[in-house]
């Protein structure tokens, strides 16, 4: 399978502090992509790493990639109480079954006031 | 703003009735999707699309299909529901190009009594 494991599972943290979640893969990729889900919604896009970059910044996230280790994690600095959502990893590997992605249970996010 | 529009946010139907959940992106996306997403199970890819008339199954096929008459519409249809088919759906869209997310709708909540 390729799709992406996020660790942990749930994560509880106060407004400012930083939050890292971990997502491990098992195939070959040509990009990475995070997605946030706030409750009962879709998912929304947050950032996408080809798999030639390291690291990539958008605002307050930080998304490192290392292909070596199949591993990529995704850094909220200074969160706040609106970044409580369940953020998702998607690797996608291009193959003749088409570019789709699959994506894991999440990290559940939590940040209290 | 580009959308993903599902057509129902909340839907109770019957065990046995046919149900048609509609999904229309205005991207002019070659890529759709349809998802499930259960508590402790994450998103499962159902079906996707890679252009008009065209269909791929995906991880969780069964007891699903799907349409594509035209390029921004994706419907899924369950043939005939049952209760474990009760879940939280999601459509997306994408561009065919690689490099580019997902666009997902709010989706819609089903349950089958």
């Known amino acids: 399978s390729q799709q992406g494991e996020e660790d942990p599972q749930a994560l509880s943290i106060q407004e400012g502090e930083n939050a890292t979640m971990n997502c491990s893969y098992k195939?070959?990729?040509?990009?990475l992509q995070w997605y946030r889900q706030n409750s009962g919604r879709g998912l929304v896009h947050l950032i996408l790493?080809?798999?030639?970059?390291r690291e990539k910044h958008s605002g307050r996230l930080r998304v490192t990639l290392d292909t070596s280790k199949k591993s990529s994690s995704l850094l909220i600095t200074a969160s706040r109480a609106a970044d409580t959502a369940s953020y998702f990893c998607?690797?996608?590997?291009?193959?003749?079954?088409?570019?789709?992605?699959?994506f894991g249970t999440g990290t559940q996010l939590k940040v209290e006031l | 703003d580009v959308k993903v529009t599902q057509s129902s946010r909340y839907l109770v139907k019957r065990t046995g009735e046919k149900v048609f959940l509609e999904c229309v992106q205005d991207?002019?996306?070659?890529?759709m999707f349809w998802y499930r997403q259960d508590p402790g199970l994450g998103l499962r890819l159902i079906y996707f699309s890679y252009d008009v008339k065209m269909k791929e199954k995906g991880d969780i096929p069964e007891g699903y299909s799907v349409s594509r008459e035209k390029k921004e519409r994706f419907s899924l249809i369950l043939e005939s529901a049952s209760t474990n088919q009760t879940s939280m759906y999601l459509c997306?869209?994408?561009?065919?190009?690689?490099?580019?997310?997902?666009?997902f709708g709010s989706g819609t909540r089903l349950t089958v009594v």
């Open positions: 195939t070959s990729i040509n990009n």
């Open positions: 790493i080809r798999s030639n970059e």
């Open positions: 997306a869209s994408s561009p065919a190009r690689v490099g580019y997310g997902y666009t």
């Open positions: 998607a690797p996608l590997r291009i193959t003749g079954g088409g570019n789709k992605l699959t």
């Open positions: 991207m002019d996306h070659e890529n």
